[in-house]
């Protein structure tokens, strides 16, 4: 048995094998997508064609925290098997969910007197949330204590950065993650914005460029410049733009010289970004633009 149970969201771009390979137990958010509720299960209940079709077809879809009933089963099981509890959570920036988390391990406490809930707030995304979650995994195997491995991943969360070039802003616009104001810079014609996951987890807007292959190239020039180990894998997760996401890559690893890994963005922050989002995670550099 591990030293601890390691616990994170559905929000990191991975298929259920992954997290059942790696021991990894996950709380699934929900979205609603034309008056149907969906809890997000890796594209099985719909696919990401499917998914993004209804998008550009101007479906509504909206998103919803994971219920603290969630986080109480999937703790007690754990605290049952004389397990203490790491929960690393989706960014309390842009969802409720971590702080659903993190009552629930209140709730929890007077019950497991001799265990421990410990609730680190990742205060990213997708591939970022990836990277600190597969750090994770790596310090608990290697035998790490629930305490050491928090604090490391507190450390580690103040260099993940998330470079991100939508099509436009109008789903994050109406999914409240971005200002009217802010929606509008970004709306120009031919003007392709590009945004960023800022220190308290929440979108930014770093600057805009003209023409998509430019931001592209903008986002991959700028993580060149930032990176604090470029033998690292960095992730792409794109909203059903596989040709954009296959052309960053390729311009990583041609004129970078690096390595990434391609994922479709999961259905939580595909509602938010919209088709055509990029998002371009890595470690290194700093969160305050």
Known sequence: MKQFALITNSTIDEDAAYYRDNEVGYAPLQ??????????????????KEFYDAL???KMC?????AVETYLGLYREALERGQDVLYLGFSSGLSGS????????????????????????????????????????AMRDAGESVDTVAQQIKLARTHITHLVTPNDLKHLYRGGRLSHSSAIVGSLVGIKPVLYINEEGKVSVLTKVRGRVAALQYVADVMHSEVSDP?????ISHGDCLADAELLRDYIAQKHGMHAEIRMLGTVLGAHGGPGTIILSYAGGSRTR
């Not at 209140?106 to 591939?127: H, K, M, N, W, Y």
């Not at 033998?231 to 992730?235: A, D």
């Open 98 to 137: 971590f702080q659903a988390g993190v009552i629930a391990a209140q709730d929890l406490a007077p019950e497991f007197p001799d265990r421990r809930i410990v609730c680190v707030d990742s205060l990213s995304v997708t591939g970022g949330m990836h990277i600190l979650v597969d750090q994770a995994i």
């Open 62 to 66: 909206t998103t919803s925290q994971t």
């Open 56 to 58: 550009r077809e101007g």
């Open 231 to 235: 033998n690292q894998t960095v992730w």
């Open 31 to 48: 979205y609603t997508l034309d008056g149907t509720t969906y809890t997000e299960d890796f594209w099985q209940s719909l696919s990401g």
